[in-house]
């Protein structure tokens, strides 16, 4: 029997990323503020929501172009604190647009 390889881990929350679970690129450099082809990171989809209603494609070109810079932001720290007590699969099951900067 063959084994499965471990699943990836979200550089944001560092929580395994199942194959069944929603998941995103993030282009470190906003593709919109020169991150065409640039470089990507494998994000659960709900980390990758969180980047995006949290900052703007400016403020990502600016000062959150790496994973590093994004887990000091204070509004995304709060947020990994609180997903990685979650599972890995976990959903958020409230829909609606972005909330409120």
């Known amino acids: 029997m063959t084994q499965e390889p ?3 881990l979200c550089p944001l929350c560092g929580r ?3 194959a069944d679970v929603a998941q995103s ?4 450099v906003p593709k919109l503020r020169g991150g065409k082809g640039g470089p ?3 994000l659960h ?5 969180e980047i995006h209603a949290t900052l703007s494609a400016t403020e990502l070109a600016r000062g959150y172009a790496t994973v590093e810079a994004l887990r000091t932001h ?3 720290a709060k947020f ?5 007590k979650r599972p890995p699969g976990f959903r958020s ?3 609606g647009p972005r909330r409120g900067r």
């Open 6 to 8: 471990d699943p990836p």
């Open 93 to 95: 099951r409230v829909p």
């Open 40 to 42: 990507t990171v494998l």
């Open 16 to 18: 395994p990323i199942p």
């Open 74 to 76: 204070p509004r995304l």
């Open 45 to 49: 989809a709900i980390c990758h929501a």
């Open 80 to 84: 990994i604190d609180w997903i990685a």
């Open 25 to 28: 690129l993030h282009h470190l």
